[in-house]
């Protein structure tokens, strides 16, 4: 039996598609369950209807500072919706502990780098800036620290010498929609992360 996903997004949601499309397979094992937006611009809210899955938008705007309500709405829509994992898909809000610990081990995140170094935004700049070799993706569980929960796979890609912050992010974004449905795949049945051909994978490991 497949088991049901949630997504949050905030802008267009390239990974969620990624997940989406992966989720779609027979073989499987999860489905995409419901995509909630906190804004109702978002571009990944139609790219999702378009493909048969049910969408939500919980703005956090109409919450204002009140980070605990909007949480609250956030996991009731996706307990109504039956969803038993979380992935974050370029949702821009930093989540208060009850949230995480509402979801602890069962939330996902992916970031563009990888993880330890460069957490936060700005990640390929901040790659070129220092000169490394080797950037690339992290998908981790999602923990009270930014960008600091245990590690479940990563991808590398090497830096090129002509690289700039675009055409690094590109090849980047290739393997975040390889690794994403991946990383989720293992987390939900215990297996390891493939590496699929293209990929240099770096971790590919479930963290116990």
């Known amino acids: 039996m497949k088991r049901r996903v949630g997504i949050l997004i905030s802008g267009r949601g390239s990974n969620m598609t990624a997940l989406i499309d992966h989720a779609a397979q027979p073989d499987y094992p999860a489905e995409i369950a419901l995509v909630v937006a906190n804004r109702a611009d978002a571009a990944g809210l139609s790219a999702a209807a378009q493909r048969g899955i049910a969408t939500q938008v919980i703005a956090s705007r109409d919450f204002g500072a009140n980070r605990a309500a909007h949480e609250a709405a956030l996991d009731a829509a996706l307990r109504a919706a039956g969803c038993e994992f979380l ?36 990640t390929h700049q901040r790659a070129l800036a220092a000169g490394v070799k080797i950037h690339g993706c992290t998908v981790h569980l999602v923990t009270d620290g930014m960008d600091a929960g245990p590690i479940l796979a990563q991808a590398a890609v090497p ?15 290739v393997q975040e929609h390889l690794l994403y449905p991946a990383a989720l795949a293992a987390l939900i049945t215990g297996m390891s992360v493939p590496a699929p051909a293209e990929s240099g994978l770096v971790n590919p490991c479930i963290s116990g």
Do not use: K
């Open 159 to 173: 830096v090129l010498p002509h690289d700039n912050e675009s055409t690094l992010a590109a090849r980047v974004l």
């Open 87 to 122: 992935c974050l898909a370029g949702y821009m809000r930093l989540l208060t502990p009850w949230l995480v610990q509402r979801w602890s081990g069962r939330m996902i995140n992916i970031h563009p780098s990888l993880l330890p170094v460069f957490p936060g935004l700005d």
